[in-house]
C-alpha cells in the first residue's frame, strides 16, 4: 500500500492522488541546501589542498635555504683569493704615523701589516696621488680641492701633525703617488678607496694597477654604489669592495633566507663595529664563498678580540703596532 506523500532523496516528493495515479515534485529548498553543502565540502577540501601545497612549498623552501646556508658551494664555485689578511694598517696605521704617506706603509708592514689600506684622489694634471680628503685645509693648511692643482702645485704637509719622521725634508712632505707605493710594495696587497666619482680616476687606478700586474692582489671600491659599480666594470678581475648598497641587500637577502641562491660578484666585505651586519652567520657563510669579511675601524683589545670572535678574516686599525701585539699574544686569532 502506498502512502499519500512519500519524500525522496534530494527533495523529490511523490503524492498519490488516486489509484495508480501519483505526482512528483521537487522540494528547491532542500535540493538547494543539498547541493549547498556538497559544494561546500568541495571548496572546504579544494582550500585545504591549497594550504597544503603552500606549506609544502614553503617547507622545501626554507629546508633549501638553510642546507645551501650551511653548504654554499653545492651551487656557488668558491672564489680562490691570492691573499688572506688578518693584519690592515688605516691609511698605513694613521694613528701611529702621518697617515697615507710611505713613511708611514713602510713602518705598518715592520708592524706586521699583510694589507695597506689608501684613499685615491686624482691631480689637475692627472696624476693619482694618496690622500683621505680631496680639501687639503686639514692636511696642509691650504684651502684648496687636489683636482684644483697639478701635482708639483700641491703644498706640502704640514709639519706640526704627529709624525716620526724629519720634518724638513721635503720629500717626506710630499704627496704619495699611487704608482710609488705600487713600486714599493710590490707584494703587498693594497686596499684602494676611489674618493670620489671621477671616471678619470677610475680608469687611472685601473691602469696603474694593470701596468704593475697587481689585479690578483688589489681590492677597490667605495661606500658609494656607483662608483663601485663603475670599478667593477672598468676592470672586473680587481677584487671588489662590497657599497653600502650592496651591504644593506645583502642582510635583506640573508634574513629573508635568498642569500643562499644569489651570486655575489665582490670578494670584500668592510662593515663597522658594532653594527646589525655583524653575525657570525653570516661571516662563516660568506667566508665558504671565498668572500673576506673585513671589520674597520677598530682601535682596542677588546674591538679586536670581538671581531676575530665573530669570525672576521682580518681588522682594519690605525694602530698597527697594538694590533700585532696583540695577535702575538692571542695566537688563536692569527
Known amino acids: 500500500q502506498f502512502p499519500e506523500m512519500l519524500t525522496l532523496e534530494d527533495g523529490i516528493v511523490v503524492r498519490k492522488l488516486s489509484a495508480g495515479v501519483f505526482s512528483c515534485s521537487v522540494r528547491s529548498a532542500d535540493l538547494a541546501v543539498k547541493r549547498g553543502d556538497k559544494n561546500r565540502d568541495v571548496l572546504i577540501q579544494f582550500h585545504g589542498t591549497k594550504i597544503m601545497v603552500y606549506f609544502a612549498i614553503f617547507g622545501g623552501y626554507v629546508i633549501t635555504s638553510l642546507v645551501l646556508f650551511k653548504y654554499p658551494n653545492l651551487i656557488h664555485k668558491k672564489k680562490e683569493l691570492k691573499f688572506k689578511c688578518r693584519h690592515i694598517s688605516h691609511r698605513g696605521g694613521a694613528g701611529e704615523n702621518y697617515e697615507n704617506t710611505l713613511t708611514a706603509f ?75 707605493v705600487f713600486q714599493e710594495f710590490p707584494g703587498i696587497p693594497i686596499n684602494i678607496d676611489i674618493k670620489v666619482d671621477d671616471d678619470n680616476l677610475i680608469r687611472k687606478v685601473s691602469d696603474l694597477i694593470k701596468q704593475y700586474h697587481r689585479e690578483e692582489i688589489t681590492v677597490w671600491g667605495n661606500f658609494s654604489d656607483v662608483i663601485t659599480r663603475k670599478c667593477y666594470s672598468e676592470n672586473p678581475r680587481v677584487n671588489l669592495l662590497f657599497s653600502m648598497w650592496r651591504v644593506v641587500n645583502l642582510v635583506a637577502l640573508l634574513y629573508s633566507g635568498l642569500l643562499p641562491f644569489v651570486p655575489l660578484k665582490e670578494t670584500h666585505l668592510e662593515i663597522f663595529l658594532p653594527s646589525i651586519y655583524s653575525r657570525r652567520s653570516l661571516f662563516e657563510h660568506l667566508s665558504k664563498r671565498g668572500i673576506q669579511c673585513y671589520m674597520w675601524v677598530l682601535n682596542s683589545e677588546d674591538e679586536f678580540k670581538t671581531a676575530f670572535e665573530l669570525g672576521a678574516t682580518g681588522v682594519i686599525t690605525d694602530y698597527p703596532t697594538k694590533l700585532r701585539k696583540f695577535l702575538e699574544d692571542n695566537s688563536q686569532y692569527r
Not at 713602510?106 to 694634471?125: I, P, Q, S, V, Y
Not at 690622500?131 to 685645509?137: E, G, I, M, P, V
Not at 708639483?152 to 701633525?161: A, F, G, R, V
Open 106 to 180: 713602510r713602518r705598518a708592514l715592520e708592524n706586521g701589516t699583510e694589507m695597506l689600506e689608501l684613499d685615491c684622489h686624482l691631480t689637475k694634471d692627472g696624476e693619482v696621488v694618496i690622500s683621505h680628503d680631496d680639501n687639503l685645509q686639514r692636511s696642509t693648511g691650504y684651502n684648496y680641492s687636489i683636482s684644483q692643482l697639478t701635482y708639483k702645485e700641491l703644498p706640502l704637509l704640514k709639519t706640526e701633525l704627529p709624525l716620526d719622521f724629519i720634518p724638513e725634508d721635503p720629500k717626506e712632505r710630499r704627496f704619495t703617488l699611487l704608482r710609488d
